[in-house]
DNA sequence: CTGTCTAAGAGGCTAGTCCAGTGAGCCAGT
DNA sequence: ACTGGCTCACTGGACTAGCCTCTTAGACAG
């Protein structure tokens, strides 16, 4: 049971009504040409249109809110907000969802620069956060493990070492590209060995304060690991 | 009325429950030491404690979830996601919604990549694009103007020709954030005409297919622009 | 020791009710 | 004719009570 949640990040489960809900009203929104400005349906009237309760798409808009997609306005109704593009980005994703060279590029992009940055501003304990997924990593494959859960605690050191939460947004924006693109497989090298020694260099370059080393270490594990990955 | 919807950008209204429920379990999450992996007390004795009906707590915990703080599971509990951090990020972007030089630097990060792949991938159509904007923003400049609806236009055009939508959702997501902040001015550089030599040298490295020089390009534009924004 | 069953407790969702803003429209007073 | 105040029919905000499903630990039988 540990090693399915480990390995999955996401139980099986999880058919929650107020995601479904989030969908239908964004293609509700298209494809009632709703543009910025432009109220959405009283929360009865949607409702029992969607055929829920009103506490459950209460669930829903609040998620909506969150994203970005709508302002909800006490005695007015929910409003959409100036730029329907988060929506459209949200859905151009579910769209094409599978587009892995592309997304490799854009990881690609912003780690590489993220390496730079965190060799360039690390603290002592951002290394030591460092330090620590690398011994996790190491225990891992000495367990006869790929090292899985190393490896993302190493990246994400490395993103907060770069102390940049506005790259840092963008990468979470990626990982979840990632998981909802059920590839939580890339960016697993074939051989762990390999791809531990290339993160002790990437370490090595962040502890010696070295951007261009960093940045050269990063470029060069992730072509390692998406040449492997996309040979498959 | 227009007016003040326009300049505020968001009513004096607002207080909703749920937005405070999220900012007290943040709180609390931090003040009871809680990791990843750790259990959230239960929904009818968070409710109790909070002194809120379990549907108002469901919206908090859904806004949370939204936000990767944490990951509901049904028959489980409400499970902290991977890292905590994302909280006090969270909170980070609500108090100074992403301050300048960050953001500067993620769009350097971005563009830089940009710059590199359209010079790798731009199709005539492309180049037709980045001439037509380099056209408008030198007719601009001409009339007096500072070329602002040119830059965009180029910028655009650069962005397009690197055939990469990942990566242009992320720009587009940077975009957002610069509207956000009120901050249209970032990218208008003192010396119109300046600013238009400097596309000249990306136009020229993308229309010569060399992603090195379009990327140094790139980085000498942006380094000029947001020099000139940061000394201010 | 192992497999199965069960019950407690978790979240998911609904229906009904009341409270609190919003804004259009009416109507009196100026 | 205008202005101010009032009302009322909307809107969302929140709560309550209850029932459903899922998860899991522990009891129990093999």
């Given at each position: 049971m540990e090693k399915t949640a480990r390995l999955g990040l996401?139980?099986?489960?999880r058919p929650r009504l107020y995601e479904q809900l989030v969908e239908q009203i964004l293609a509700y929104i298209e494809s009632a040409q709703l543009g910025p400005g432009d109220l959405l349906p009283a929360e009865r009237d949607l409702a029992e249109r969607l055929g829920v309760s009103r506490a459950t798409l209460a669930q829903a808009l609040v998620a909506l809110e969150v994203l970005g997609v709508i302002d909800v306005q006490h005695g007015t109704g929910a409003v959409l907000a100036r730029r329907p593009s988060v929506a459209s980005v949200i859905k151009g994703l579910r769209e094409h969802r599978s587009r892995l060279p592309e997304i490799v590029e854009a990881r690609s992009t912003l780690e590489v620069k993220l390496a730079a940055l965190a060799a360039a501003r690390r603290t002592e304990d951002d290394l030591a956060a460092i330090d620590h997924a690398l011994d996790v990593m190491s225990q891992e494959i000495n367990d006869g493990d790929r090292g899985t859960h190393g490896d993302e605690l190493f990246h994400q050191a490395v993103t907060g070492a770069a102390h940049s939460s506005v790259l840092a947004q963008l990468m979470a924006f990626i990982a979840e590209m990632i998981l909802e693109t059920r590839?939580?497989?890339?960016?697993?090298?074939?051989r762990p060995e390999q791809s531990l020694a290339s993160h002790r260099k990437i370490a090595d370059a962040i502890r010696a304060q070295d951007p261009e080393g960093a940045a050269e270490a990063m470029l060069a594990h992730i072509e390692l690991v998406s040449d492997v990955e996309l040979l498959r």
């Open positions: 996401e139980r099986v489960t590839m939580e497989s890339l960016g697993q090298p074939g």
